[in-house]
């Protein structure tokens, strides 16, 4: 496969991780949020577990010391992220949410700044100034007399928090796959595990037998595009795309999510565009790109997606 052709691969990535926005709107409107995490991962383990049997059958069982990372992934990135996913789009718009997911990859730059000593160019600090000014005037629409009364809409500050929490899977992610002799594929498929088995009891506790008599179709096929599209064959993309272009190169294809979503809201779910919402959502691209742009002169920080 060329590069050419892993690249053409992301973009189609980027409009499966663009469509979870619109199936996870579709959703909330008939699951309860952790119910959707829960199935959510529930349909995509008998796939992302034959892809780890095939791909890599000798890591099919992590052994003891592996598992503690692989459990606090799994609850840090996957249970905590889609449960405030799906939580938020009950009082956000599709929209929103995606474009302050979008911010992913420059909260993880921050915090690796931050935390973990990584290298930030002033050209980086302007990107992180320029997304986080980006999705404030998103939220805010412009509107100086909101700005001045500012009040984070409820279900944007769930999903800033998701993506706090998916910045910090992602940060230590790679450190506990070279520490712990983790490959990406062990990683995908024990912590899709660990939030289906975490999600047990808060399934139990929104009491299944009051919507589950009153699903539709629509419900069902929602959450089974999120676990095949958006979720394994996003993460199964995304991998061959990192071994391939490397991650900089991979996280760069983040910036489309937020365009394929605002296109396929407008035209499907018929959520409205406003001219200040585009501008900020150029900004916002246009910040988080140089954030994350890999630069020659030091080792660029590697982002993974919680778009899937």
Request: proline letters at 5%; hydrophobic letters at 50%; glycine letters at 6%.
């Amino acid at each position: 496969m060329s590069d050419k052709q892993v690249r053409l691969l992301m973009v189609l990535t980027s409009i499966l991780w663009s469509g979870a926005f619109i199936t996870g709107k579709f959703s909330v409107q008939e699951f309860p949020p952790f119910a959707l995490t829960f199935f959510r991962f529930l349909f995509a383990l008998p796939f992302i577990f034959t892809i780890l049997y095939l791909k890599e059958p000798k890591n099919l069982f992590p052994h003891g010391k592996q598992w503690p990372p692989l459990l606090f992934l799994g609850f840090i990135g996957t249970f905590c992220y889609h449960a405030l996913f799906f939580t938020s789009l009950n009082y956000t718009t599709a929209i929103n949410s995606s474009l302050i997911g979008a911010i992913n990859p420059m909260v993880t730059a921050l915090l690796a700044a931050a935390f973990f000593s990584e290298h930030l160019t002033p050209l980086r600090i302007v990107g992180i100034f320029l997304s986080f000014g980006g999705v404030f005037l998103f939220i805010t629409n412009g509107d100086m007399l909101l700005i001045s009364q500012f009040q984070m809409n409820h279900g944007d500050f769930l999903m800033l928090i998701g993506v706090f929490c998916f910045s910090l899977y992602s940060l230590l992610s790679r450190r506990y796959m070279k520490h712990y002799q983790l490959t990406p594929f062990m990683v995908i498929a024990y912590t899709f595990l660990t939030c289906v088995v975490i999600s047990i009891p808060f399934v139990i506790w929104e009491n299944p037998s009051s919507y589950l008599s009153t699903t539709t179709a629509r419900g069902w096929l929602s959450i089974l595009y999120m676990s095949v599209f958006a979720s394994v064959l996003g993460y199964l993309f995304q991998a061959i795309a990192i071994q391939r272009i490397g991650a900089p190169g991979t996280a760069v294809f983040i910036n489309l999510v937020p365009i394929f979503t605002i296109i396929q809201s407008v035209t499907i779910l018929g959520e409205t565009i406003t001219l200040i919402k585009l501008i900020c959502a150029a900004i916002v691209i246009i910040g988080v790109y140089l954030a994350t742009r890999p630069e020659s002169s030091n080792n660029p920080i590697k982002v993974q997606s919680q778009f899937s």
